[in-house]
């Protein structure tokens, strides 16, 4: 089966040869009261399409497709393909991103409870609901647990349960020609290590906290502290991890791209040390390529309103280089979220984007929420 995108080399190409760049959006809905899916119409596809966007990022949530321990939800695989094909309409083609945030749905959104074990952790949430992936260790636990495939209460093991779910989806989707990638993790988070790097963070930063993280010197101070951290996450659990799941995927679907992401503290700037999957030989499983995300590190702040080149260049100077070392095709997965663009966002997306194109690389936007009334999507038009 052709699909619409393909890899060639370190680029990406239409079914017929010629090249792709991604103009992208992310559509992800993490609403448990609407079943995880959006208020798509045909209406918002057709919108897409005039407005140039040629990729959609859609979101699955594991909640979702498998409410149950093995018991794969087809309502809800439905409703997806109802999206997909309403993309397909308009010759969008998607890719599957297995999202999560802190997690799973017992703190925000992803696993399901059943396969969520904290040993009884406390959790701790602030106003940024992202800190909590630095201060609750029973998020961090969690993690852990899943990292470790401890058992879910049918006796297998919850990573055994995810990499069965991801096969169960190859297998229905590998013949659809619009669904032509795999995410197989959203921004992997590293477990109670992340306690070490939240510490580290707060002393390098001082009592100007993560705004302080200005100067070029402080940054680099603290990536030699995480780095060595995160890189054994990658090397000893991630990238194992992604093999294993990448081979159940390529049992039954031989040509959709399987998408690799590097870890949570890749997005500010942490240099990942992540590799392509490999298959039982030592082989490097054909069709990969790398989606990293990119963020200013006062995202979701009220200060990520005044924009500013020098950090987030810093940034994606970074995931470039990664992009380089890691030696797949690159589309970055995430970047941006302006819901209320500034002018000052504005400026700092136009910067963005000046990056992404004179280097070739396609990106996906985050996210579709806002896109119609946020202020932002003439700036990306006119960056294409």
């Not at 969520?116 to 992202?130: A, K, N, Q, Y």
């Not at 297998?171 to 992997?188: H, T």
């Not at 996450?233 to 399987?258: C, G, K, Q």
Request: aromatic share 12%; proline share 5%; charged share 25%.
């Amino acid at each position: 089966m052709n699909k619409k995108i393909r890899t060639e080399n370190k680029s990406f190409v239409w079914e017929k040869g010629e090249k792709f760049t991604a103009h992208g959006i992310n559509m992800v809905c993490k609403d448990k009261a609407k079943d995880y899916i959006g208020d798509y119409t045909v209406e918002d596809f057709r919108f897409l399409k005039e407005n140039g966007f040629n990729l959609i990022r859609l979101g699955v949530i594991w909640d979702g497709a498998e409410p149950e321990p093995g018991k794969y939800d087809e309502g809800y695989f439905k409703k997806l393909d109802r999206i997909i094909d309403m993309a397909a309409a308009e010759s969008i083609p998607v890719f599957l991103d297995m999202h999560q945030d802190l997690y799973g749905v017992v703190f925000e959104d992803g696993a399901p409870e059943w396969a969520t074990v904290t040993d009884d952790e406390e959790h701790i949430r602030t106003g940024l609901w992202s800190e909590s992936y630095l201060l609750s260790a029973a998020v961090q636990h969690a993690f852990d647990n899943f990292w470790k495939n401890v058992p879910a209460p049918d006796g297998k093991g919850i990573r055994d349960h995810y990499r069965e779910l991801w096969k169960f989806i190859a297998k229905r989707y590998a013949k659809n020609p619009y669904v032509i990638g795999y995410d197989l993790m959203n921004e992997p988070f590293p477990g109670s290590d992340g306690a070490k790097i939240f510490e580290t963070i707060m002393n390098i930063a001082g009592e100007g906290g993560m705004a302080n993280l200005e100067d070029e010197a402080k940054i680099g101070e603290l990536i030699s502290y995480i780095a060595p951290i995160t890189a054994a996450f990658e090397t000893e659990i991630l990238t194992p991890f992604y093999s294993e799941v990448a081979a159940a995927i390529r049992e039954e679907d031989p040509d959709t791209i399987i998408m690799l992401e590097s870890n949570y503290f890749a997005n500010a700037a942490i240099p990942t040390a992540l590799s392509p999957a490999k298959d039982k030989d030592g082989r490097e499983i054909p069709n990969q390529a790398y989606v990293p995300h990119g963020y200013d590190i006062l995202v979701d702040t009220e200060d990520y309103g005044a924009g500013g080149f020098e950090r987030v260049g810093f940034i994606f100077q970074t995931l470039f280089e990664g992009a380089e070392r890691v030696g797949l095709p690159v589309i970055i997965g995430e970047w941006g979220c302006y819901p209320n663009a500034s002018a000052a966002e504005k400026a700092q997306a136009e910067f963005l984007l000046g990056l992404f194109k004179e280097r070739g690389i396609g990106n996906v936007y985050f996210d579709f929420s806002h896109i119609k009334d946020g202020g932002i999507l003439e700036t990306l038009k006119k960056m294409r």
